[in-house]
């Protein structure tokens, strides 16, 4: 099974900052990796696609990249909306993997 | 508008069984793979099955499998899962999502709460 793992597990910025989350994969998986945020009580949400691409309606602060094993999601210009917490997943096998997650508090 | 809605969560005992069930409506649900994630209680999300478009493709979570049941119809637009010999630790919400491998999980239902305990 491929293993996803996500740095940092938790992270605490303010209005404005630049936020990075990191997902590693244990092997391989191309581009095949998607971004999603979940707020408390409230199913997940899709945000980005095949490691960088955006979800139509996604705000353009958000942004992904990477290919292979790592990848990053960034945040520009943090709003207070976008407390919650992210999590990436791997598409490439079965079974498919999430990572543990990464908690972002708004300062 | 897509919509995706489960039913069928409830207090369950340990070994017992539940069916739940995913309504979907606002997209050609026959051409789509469907899937079952859950979260247990204050834990990360674990994909639990898959199925392809035609119902021909099924996966399923070691921790699940031989226990549970994915199942569609088509007709009735309409995603199922069979949970038996529940354990403790099957305790989650239960979501039914679209996607596959190489698509993303892009439309989720609220979820439906799965209790096991005695």
């Known amino acids: 099974d491929i293993q996803m793992t996500q740095s940092p597990s938790s992270v605490s910025a303010s209005v404005g900052d630049r936020v990075t989350i990191t997902c590693r994969a244990s092997q391989y998986i191309s581009s095949w990796l998607a971004w999603y945020q979940q707020k408390p009580g409230q199913a997940p949400k899709f945000l980005i696609y095949a490691a960088s691409n955006l979800q139509s309606g996604v705000p353009s602060r958000f942004s992904g990249s990477g290919s292979g094993t790592d990848f990053t999601l960034t945040i520009t210009s943090l709003q207070p909306e976008d407390f919650g917490t992210y999590y990436c997943q791997q598409a490439n096998s079965f079974p498919i993997t999430f990572g543990q997650g990464t908690r972002l508090e708004i300062k | 508008e897509v919509q995706l809605v489960e039913s069928g969560g409830g207090l369950v005992k340990p070994g017992g069984s539940l069916r739940l069930s995913c309504a979907a409506s606002?997209?050609?649900?026959?051409?789509?793979?469907m899937n079952w994630v859950r979260q247990a209680p204050g834990k990360g999300l674990e994909w639990v099955s898959s199925?392809?478009?035609?119902?021909?493709?099924?996966y399923y979570a070691d921790s699940v499998k031989g226990r549970f049941t994915i199942s569609r119809d088509n007709a009735n637009n309409s995603l199922y899962l069979q949970m038996n010999s529940l354990r403790a630790e099957d305790t989650a919400v239960y979501y039914c999502a679209r996607g596959w491998l190489q698509l993303p999980f892009d439309y989720w239902g609220q979820g439906t709460v799965v209790t096991v305990s005695s």
């Open positions: 199925i392809g478009s035609t119902g021909g493709y099924i």
């Open positions: 606002g997209f050609t649900f026959s051409t789509h793979s």
